[in-house]
């Protein structure tokens, strides 16, 4: 947010937010918080105004993991921190993003590794159209394997329209690979703070979709 050349002018900026959490100050979570500790370590690699996004969830792995990472992309020039970070010796690191989309001879993990260094997962955070263009555009991830969740729980997501069935956003990703990897404190923890999350937001926006959706479904 710092590094913002620019306003972010969407619906709702009038709004007075708290400044790290971003929801309304009325609707603010940021005193119940409560970190936890991971053998599972992240990375955000954010889309241009993600990180000022309101709706978006990558700020909520760093809430519950403090040591999450987090750099903007750029096609040209690359953070000399975030090509650190990724190739220390100490980290298995991922790329994580759907299999289908990694050439044939790329090597894809289907689940996190469990023994040797601990994992640092790469999350290309933004629209699903923007995690595309990261993941094409970035030839310093190249060299990285892609790790592909099979995540079959229905998304609890519904603050933005999803791009096809069974996507799910950055945190509930999160969440899978926390506990696929054997972090369950952390897995439950942001779990939790996700869906706290998810219902302030919306707490704050009385006319989201999200409420008739759930209405329609009651009546059902």
């Not at 699903?128 to 970035?138: C, I, L, Q, T």
Request: one cysteine or more; charged letters at 20%.
């Amino acid at each position: 947010m710092a590094r913002a050349t620019r306003p972010f002018l969407a619906r709702g900026h009038r709004v007075k937010r708290c400044q790290r959490c971003l929801l309304p100050e009325i609707h603010c979570l940021c005193a119940g918080i409560i970190t936890q500790s991971a053998r599972s370590r992240f990375c955000l690699v954010m889309f241009d105004t993600e990180p000022m996004k309101p709706s978006n969830t990558g700020r909520l792995i760093a809430d519950i993991l403090p040591d999450t990472c987090a750099f903007s992309w750029s096609r040209t020039a690359v953070d000399a921190q975030l090509l650190k970070l990724i190739n220390h010796p100490s980290y298995q690191p991922f790329v994580v993003f759907p299999a289908s989309y990694a050439c044939p001879e790329r090597q894809v993990a289907l689940s996190p590794p469990t023994q040797g260094n601990p994992p640092l997962f790469i999350m290309l955070d933004g629209t699903w159209n923007e995690a595309r263009k990261m993941f094409r555009k970035s030839p310093w991830l190249d060299d990285f394997p892609v790790i592909s969740l099979n995540v079959t729980t229905p998304s609890a997501y519904t603050l933005r329209a999803a791009h096809a069935p069974g996507q799910h956003c950055t945190a509930e990703i999160a969440i899978a690979l926390l506990a696929q990897a054997g972090d369950n404190a952390a897995a439950q923890g942001l779990s939790q703070h996700f869906m706290l999350f998810r219902d302030r937001y919306l707490a704050g926006k009385p006319f989201h979709p999200a409420h008739f959706t759930e209405k329609a479904g009651e009546k059902v």
